[in-house]
């Protein structure tokens, strides 16, 4: 079964700094998504990550793809108010996405 | 730019009822899913559905879960009688490819009371 794991689970950073949440996940997968869901919102694509050493930049996020070790990450770039949300991987395994359990995501004045 | 519907966007049924949730996928995509998220909690799998059948589904969707494509366009997620622990937003969502990116609908919150 496939087990997709975050860390941290629950992030708050002040605004301009800078962080990164791992996304881990137990299978091999040539493939990674990252969500952003709002509180009471549905979950927004972010990032479709392709193949092994993929690396997508919108804006402050940064995500990338490493399939040999099973690991993804999102990297935050001097965060600002409107990044808070909670974020979400999500890996690939039959017709299905497993996601990981989620990052809360709060940037502070 | 095309989305996912789901109506309603908001249910209150009586446990032991049954429910009829409602999802339009984008037109040109063949897998449709149901996904359960339990308020703060993680956003779980129930069912995809491909070439008018069950492709996969999770141990949570028992025989108490239905799924159908009654038309061209509607896809259909039915409880037959609902819990308490049932009390959830489900979402639907639908993508190109088994496992490719998918899209999801706004959701709707069901609670059962």
């Known amino acids: 079964e496939l087990k997709v794991e975050q860390n941290p689970l629950f992030l708050s950073m002040q605004e301009g700094k800078n962080y990164t949440i791992y996304c881990n996940y137990s299978?091999?997968?040539?493939?990674l998504y990252w969500y952003r869901q709002d509180p009471g919102k549905s979950l927004e694509s972010l990032f479709v990550?392709?193949?092994?050493?993929a690396v997508k930049q919108e804006g402050r996020l940064m995500a990338s793809l490493d399939t040999k070790a099973r690991l993804s990450t999102l990297h935050i770039t001097a965060a600002v108010h409107d990044l808070s949300a909670t974020y979400f991987c999500?890996?690939?395994?039959?017709?299905?996405?497993?996601f990981g359990e989620g990052t809360q995501l709060t940037v502070n004045p | 730019e095309p989305e996912v519907t789901q109506t309603p966007s908001h249910q209150v049924t009586q446990m032991g009822q049954e429910v009829i949730l409602r999802c339009v996928p984008i037109?040109?995509?063949?897998?449709f899913y149901w996904y359960r998220q339990i308020l703060g909690q993680k956003v779980e799998f129930l069912v995809s559905?491909?070439?008018?059948?069950?492709?996969?589904k999770s141990e949570i969707f028992d025989d108490q879960f239905s799924v159908e494509r009654p038309d061209g366009s509607n896809f259909t997620l039915k409880i037959r009688s609902t819990k308490l622990e049932d009390s959830a937003m489900y979402f639907c969502?639908?993508?190109?490819?088994?496992?490719?990116?998918?899209?999801f609908g706004q959701g709707t919150r069901l609670t059962v009371v």
């Open positions: 969502a639908s993508s190109e490819g088994g496992g490719a990116e998918a899209f």
């Open positions: 299978t091999t997968s040539d493939r």
């Open positions: 990550l392709l193949s092994n050493g």
């Open positions: 999500g890996a690939p395994g039959g017709s299905r996405l497993t």
């Open positions: 037109s040109n995509h063949l897998y």
């Open positions: 559905f491909y070439n008018n059948e069950i492709s996969e």
